[in-house]
């Protein structure tokens, strides 16, 4: 079975500075990967998705994600965060036709002034 | 897009009652999901909501526990019955749109469950 795996419970960033998540997955075959964030009080927003093709994948709200094979990782980076993208962010890996998403236990992120 | 809501958006419920949990979605989807987010946790499917059959249970999950209803491709019940403290969690109802890779998982506000 699929699973994934976020190493870092919490990420503290100052306001401006860059991001990196951190995600890696396991499965046998190439998977389906997504983030999600949850702002407090909120359902879960999909950022970005990969299903093929180029392995660098561009989202919404300025992030982006890269898919390495050979380290089965798919790390989220936003080059200067800002203090509205406190939140919970969860990588998800997706296997066969329903593309149902398997969590991790998420990261919250904390942005400092 | 979908854009679902639920409700009720939070309740706080004693010992041995049930919740009944309303998801409704703006537009028809084919798949309609429930997921539990425990305390500090990830989250967790609970089941597929089938339209016009019963739903499909991940393992762990029993029907007699968490009876889900899906009258329509825009609505489902979820139902957590004899509750207990460790039933103490946020629920979210999910759908799908699209298909193949034009697939996209829309989640809904979720419903904060506390149990006395």
């Known amino acids: 079975a699929q699973s994934v795996t976020q190493p870092d419970i919490h990420i503290t960033v100052s306001e401006g500075a860059s991001l990196e998540l951190r995600c890696n997955y396991s499965?046998?075959?190439?998977?389906?990967l997504f983030w999600y964030v949850q702002s407090p009080g909120q359902g879960l927003q999909l950022l970005l998705k990969?299903?093929?093709?180029?392995?660098l994948v561009q989202g919404i709200k300025g992030f982006e994600a890269e898919f390495k094979r050979s380290q089965s990782s798919f790390n989220l980076r936003k080059p200067s965060v800002h203090w509205s993208d406190a939140a919970e962010y969860f990588c998800?890996?997706?296997?066969?036709?329903?593309?149902?998403?398997?969590f991790g236990r998420g990261t919250s992120l904390i942005v400092h002034p | 897009s979908a854009v679902i809501s639920q409700k009720p958006s939070r309740d706080i419920c004693q010992r041995g009652t049930s919740l009944t949990i309303q998801c409704q979605v703006d537009?028809?989807?084919?798949?309609m999901f429930w997921y539990r987010q425990q305390p500090g946790q990830s989250l967790t499917l609970i089941a597929t909501?089938?339209?016009?059959?019963?739903?499909?249970?991940e393992s762990g999950f029993v029907i007699d526990k968490f009876p889900i209803s899906r009258p329509n491709l825009t609505f489902s019940t979820l139902t957590v019955s004899n509750l207990s403290p460790e039933d103490s969690s946020i629920y979210l109802c999910?759908?799908?749109?699209?298909?193949?890779?034009?697939?996209?998982?829309?989640f809904g506000p979720g419903t904060r469950l506390t149990v006395l």
């Open positions: 999910s759908a799908q749109t699209g298909g193949g890779l034009r697939n996209e998982q829309f």
């Open positions: 499965y046998g075959a190439t998977p389906y």
């Open positions: 990969y299903f093929s093709g180029d392995t």
């Open positions: 998800a890996v997706g296997v066969g036709g329903s593309y149902i998403p398997t």
């Open positions: 537009s028809q989807v084919t798949m």
């Open positions: 909501a089938n339209q016009g059959s019963e739903a499909t249970y």
